[in-house]
């Protein structure tokens, strides 16, 4: 796994199980996407890089939640200043 360590934090076997199980999800979420995204570009599914999936998806979430918050706020101030 070229020197890169998947550390089990749970201190019991069941939240281990779930651990397992939310790190599978993660993996055939991106994969599922670098696919769409593949044959939406007409590309086969295995010239999607994993490691440049989950860089461009993390960077989506970031810019997602980024916009959430600024409209939060704004929601925020415009009741504070109804008041």
């Known amino acids: ?11 019991t076997v069941e939240l281990e199980y779930q651990e397992l199980w939310g790190l599978m999800l993660g993996y055939n979420l991106v994969r ?3 696919s769409l995204a593949a044959v939406s570009h007409k590309r086969a599914p295995n010239e999607i890089s994993f490691k440049y999936a989950c860089q461009f998806i993390g960077s989506q979430l970031k810019v997602m939640a980024n916009a959430l918050s600024k409209q939060y706020t704004q929601a925020f101030n415009c009741k504070r200043i109804a008041k």
């Open 1 to 11: 796994m070229q020197h890169n360590a998947i550390t089990l934090r749970s201190k």
């Open 32 to 34: 599922r996407e670098a």
